[in-house]
Each structure stands twice: as structure tokens, then as C-alpha cells.
């Protein structure tokens, strides 16, 4: 029955991917994104780990969110007279990016520098010698000073990804900047800093070019698989690392990606519980520790919780993380499709004018945004961290870096028109 289950979703998935494509012209569009990604988990879990449980409340979950995401965006969106990609950035202010760019490397060189020497006191490393990250966190060694230091690099991540879109050799100054994060990873034995950077580049590269992606092709393809591997081998190094040869790492890098879904799946049948602080919600867990300090927020761990589906097997514990879990915490089932519905209609907005070719860089950044939150949603959701409404204040800055002052003048004149040697390079749609 399982079987049944996890295959109907992936087929259901699959068709709302398809309209999703038929509307908007382009696969990657907020809806491929989010129905894509559980496909992706539901197919490998299948494959590889088909002994996971798998519920038809899940899986109503998922496609009815799916569903509900996908009619937000038909009520906002517009299907252009052509399909074209945003106008190409504004290549001027060149000593103002180049200075930003200096200070984003410092910025993510000295966080890898307090980080090693965090480690280095000794906080949160057992008697065995592993370095336990929930310990440290809990004995106080996160300070305010370097969680300030890894949001700004996250703010660093999406300005190298925008400023590459002007470069020769974009790949040598994103692979540099990920290349530090990547380190930063494995010196504090953890896999998502990684793994946020790469697909928030995914994400701004994305809705800059969505005309590359309006058929599967081979590059496509490639550049999915490409992806995919390097995710797969982060977790594969910093697991082995975390567990120095104590454990099977292949077995805990499968039950890490593929079964937080199962998790919660065993939450809405009763067959684990979750232990919530009742004082304070956990959708915008990170705006509102933002606002209130270190005082009454939430407790630490309270969303690390985690269930183990096999007996005297370590390797198949996994965090309860997805994004159902604080939305139907915080707003109930049905609140919680409300929700998703209005991602929609701003997704809808967003991609109309993507794909109508006027998108400019902040509204890039917030498409960008709302792709990655989309991308994570089987595992957890980016609001509960205090980077994302940062990232959308960078955004502000973005837009005025990078948008053109002379074409912005033209387009708002009565009558005006967009200079020819700035219009966006339109492809009819097919």
C-alpha cells in the first residue's frame, strides 16, 4: 500500500509540474520547484529506502499543498505575448560591486576563522572526541556575534551569485565563495550552510535566465545532476566526519535526505509526537527571535527532534524537519493551504513579470527567495531562521547596484521606450 501511495503522489506531482510548464512556458518555475523536490524525495525513498512509512495524509498534504500553490499563481499570473528573460543587469557603479565583493569574502574568511577557533576551546566536544554541534549550540557556544557573521555570509551568497552574472569566469568566483562555506561546513560538522548556499546560486541564477530552462535538454540535465552529486557528497564527507567510521554513512546521508517526510508522516498518524513550546509559534521562529533578543524565544532543540524508524539501527534517526510541521503547528490544516495559496499569488506576480521580461534585481531577489523556501520545504522551512528577512533587505541594495538608472528614466517617460541595445532577448512561445 505504501508503494501505491508514494507512486500515486510522484505521478500527481509530476502532472501539476507539467501544467505548471504549460502555463508559464518554463520548467522552472515556483511550482516545478516545490512539486519537483518531493518528487525527487518520494521517487529516491521508493528506490532506496522503500521500507519507509509513507501515509495518505502525507501525501494529501503534499499534492493538496501542491495544488493550492499552483492555483495561487493562475490568479496572478499572465501569460505574456513572449517569453523573454529579465533585462541583463546594469554592468556600472563597478567600484562600489567590487568593494562589496571584497567585503563578502572577508566577511565569510573571518567567520571560518572565529569558527575554527570556537572549536578550538574545546565547547561541545565529547569524551570520544566528536564535536557535538546540538551540545555546543546548547552550552552557549552559538554567540549572537557569530550567528551575525553566518547570516551576513548567506548575504554574501547572493551577492557573489549576482555579481557572477557580470563576470567571465562566473564559475572560478562562485566555486571560490562556496568553496569557504563549504570548509565553514565541516569545521562546525554541519551540512546545511552548504547546502542553502548552492541552491540560493541555483535560485538567483534561475530567475535571471528562465528562458534556458522551458524544455529538458541535456545541459539541463546535467546541471541537475551535477547538482544532486555535490549535494550528495557534502553529506557524505561532513557525516563521515561527524561520525569518524562509528556509523554507516551512506545509510545516514539516505535517511537524512530522503526521510524527514516519512517523519512527520508518522507525526499526522499519531504514531510519534513532537514536543512544541506553547508559548511562541514556529513559522517566523527567526523574524521574531529578531526582534525580541535573546530573551523569551523559542527553546533551543524544539525543532531537532527526531524519530528512528528501524530498532538498534542509529543510522535511521531523522529530524522531524518540513515545513508542515510549524504550519499546521501555527495555523491549523486549513490555515495552513491559506497559506500556501498566498505563496502562490505572490509567486504568480513574481513570474509574470519574469517571463514578460521586466523583472528587475530586487524583484529577482524575491522570486530567488521564494524558489529556495519552495526547494527546502521537504526538510524545513527558511523562515524559522534569521537570515531570510536579512536577505530580503540585501535585496533593496541589489536593485540599486545593479538596475539602471537610464533605462529605469526611459521606461517611466510618457511614451518612452527601452533603449535597443538594453531590451531583453525575447523567444516566441512555442
Known sequence: MVHVI?????????????????????????????????MVITLGQEAMLPGLPFSELMAAMILGSTIALFLGMLVTWRRPERTADPPPLYP??????????????????????????????????????????????????????????????????????????????????????LLIVFVQGITFSTKLAFLISSLLVLAVIVSGYPTRFGRVNRRVLAGAAGALLIVLLTFHIVTALRHKGAADVSAVTGYSILAPPSAYSLVLDGNASVDLDPRWGMTIAGPRDLLLGEGDTRRFGVYAQSVQFNAGQDESATNIYTWFLPLRHDFGVPGTFVIIFGLGLAAGALATRQLAGTLGPFGQTALALLNLELLFAPIFTLTYYNFTPLLLVIGL??????????????????????????????????
Not at 506531482?13 to 510548464?21: C, D, E, H, Q, Y
Not at 571584497?102 to 578550538?120: D, G, I, K, N, P
Open 92 to 177: 556600472g557603479r563597478r567600484a562600489a560591486r567590487t568593494l562589496g565583493l571584497c567585503a563578502a569574502f572577508t566577511v565569510a574568511l573571518l567567520y571560518l576563522y572565529e569558527s575554527v577557533q570556537a572549536r578550538a576551546t574545546g565547547l561541545g566536544v565529547t569524551d570520544s572526541g566528536l564535536f557535538d554541534r546540538a551540545q555546543f549550540f546548547a552550552l552557549g557556544g552559538q554567540t549572537l556575534y557569530l550567528r551575525a557573521l553566518q547570516a551576513l555570509t548567506y548575504c554574501g551568497v547572493l551577492y557573489v551569485a549576482f555579481e557572477a552574472r557580470l563576470r567571465r569566469r562566473p564559475v572560478v568566483l562562485v566555486g571560490a565563495y
Open 397 to 430: 541594495l541589489l536593485a540599486w547596484l545593479y538596475a539602471d538608472p537610464a533605462r529605469s528614466r526611459h521606461v517611466h517617460e510618457p511614451g518612452g521606450r527601452r533603449p535597443p541595445h538594453r531590451a531583453p532577448i525575447a523567444i516566441p512561445r512555442r
Open 6 to 38: 508514494r507512486l500515486g503522489l510522484a505521478g500527481g506531482l509530476l502532472i501539476m509540474m507539467a501544467l505548471a510548464r504549460q502555463n508559464t512556458g518554463t520548467w522552472a518555475n515556483p511550482v516545478g520547484f516545490y512539486a519537483g523536490t518531493f
